[in-house]
């Protein structure tokens, strides 16, 4: 609990006895908060609490970060977004910051990119902007990037049911790893990922048309270590903060480590730091270079695995990364050894500049 939390627990057992001294308390708690106001945004959560909301790119508490928001900052507001006429009112609020997970909503069959939005109406955010996310969130866009500045990624190419006939026709060799070319938290990614040969290949890649409706992007498979690296970029100087972890996860029936989708779900898999100094380092290299490529701003993660030869390879990005438990809040905890409350704190302080 922090001091401010004290002061605050204490202004209640004072108010019954002491009423100028609470109008004094208050008052005096109040000036030392920040001249800041920062709008929380958030749209109607889906009735299906399963569902994946394409629109959300980062799942919020929004109540939590209210209350850590509200100990530091004079203003802080939850708004949810349900027409086109809260966002405008919003905008004429004009908050110097808006903390939100949401990227973009859908206006009478319009879609309207928040960040684009904010941007128009000169409101800083916290995340990275339309044009950066789009090449993020296309796998094949985001490594054609890589390929093009000399950054190590998996040799891959597109495709969908009935694209490739045979194979002859798969333009790199088995084993290949067959995954949705768009979409986060490992969907379409199971047991049946890494594929020997060409019925399996047509199996998994009729699988995600028909389950996650997406295209697929299929990949050398890569058979090493697994790792995410947490990044902050400051808004300031620009000076790029790399926090490496390694995911480390059970065989599954296979003989194959593979970060799949119940695995996530189930939080099965192990977060550890990276101690070798070489590896560290191979790490902060590739996920800055790959960060800076994507016009990265504020805040991300990069994803990395190595070859059979311990090189490490860019998978994908997430410019959007969950913000609650998951591996950014844990690559800030293992690496800069600070709790949710300060990486909420840093991740505002940096939106503001």
């Not at 109607?44 to 394409?54: F, H, I, R, V, Y």
């Not at 295209?215 to 270590?225: A, D, F, T």
Request: glycine share 4%; net charge positive; charged share 30%.
């Amino acid at each position: 609990m922090n001091n401010k939390t004290l002061i605050k627990d204490e202004i209640v057992n004072i108010e019954r006895i002491a009423p100028n001294i609470l109008s004094f308390s208050k008052k005096h708690i109040f000036n030392n908060l920040i001249n800041k106001s920062i709008e929380i945004i958030i749209v109607p959560k889906s009735e299906d609490l399963t569902a994946n909301q394409k629109n959300v790119g980062i799942i919020i508490d929004e109540n939590l970060i209210f209350k850590i928001l509200s100990q530091h900052y004079k203003n802080v507001l939850i708004t949810e977004i349900k027409t086109k006429k809260d966002l405008a009112k919003m905008a004429l609020r004009k908050p110097d910051l808006v903390f939100s997970g949401v990227k973009y909503f859908y206006f009478n069959e319009k879609k309207i990119w928040l960040n684009d939005y904010l941007e128009l109406n000169d409101i800083l955010y916290i995340a990275s902007s339309k044009s950066t996310l789009l090449k993020e969130s296309n796998k094949s866009r985001a490594k054609k990037i890589m390929q093009k500045l000399n950054i190590a990624t998996a040799d891959f190419f597109t495709t969908e049911p009935n694209e490739h006939k045979n194979k002859n026709s798969i333009p790199i060799t088995f084993p290949l790893f067959v995954k949705p070319i768009t979409g986060g938290d490992s969907r379409g990614i199971d047991v049946n990922s890494i594929v020997y040969n060409y019925e399996d290949f047509k199996k998994k890649v009729l699988d995600i048309k028909l389950n996650q409706h997406s295209r697929c992007i299929v990949e050398k498979y890569l058979p090493g270590k697994e790792y995410s690296v947490g990044i902050f970029k400051d808004n300031m100087d620009g000076n790029i903060e790399a926090m490496p972890i390694e995911i480390i996860v059970k065989k599954n029936i296979n003989g194959h480590h593979i970060l799949d989708f119940d695995t996530k779900k189930n939080d099965e898999e192990k977060v550890v730091e990276v101690l070798d100094k070489k590896i560290f380092k191979q790490l902060c290299i590739i996920a800055k270079k790959s960060f800076v490529a994507l016009d990265g701003k504020s805040f991300g993660r990069i994803d990395i695995k190595m070859d059979c030869l311990g090189n490490p390879h860019f998978i994908e990005a997430n410019l959007m990364p969950g913000i609650r438990k998951g591996y950014f809040f844990r690559s800030c905890l293992l690496n800069l050894g600070i709790n949710y409350e300060e990486m909420i704190l840093k991740i505002t302080a940096n939106g503001l500049h």
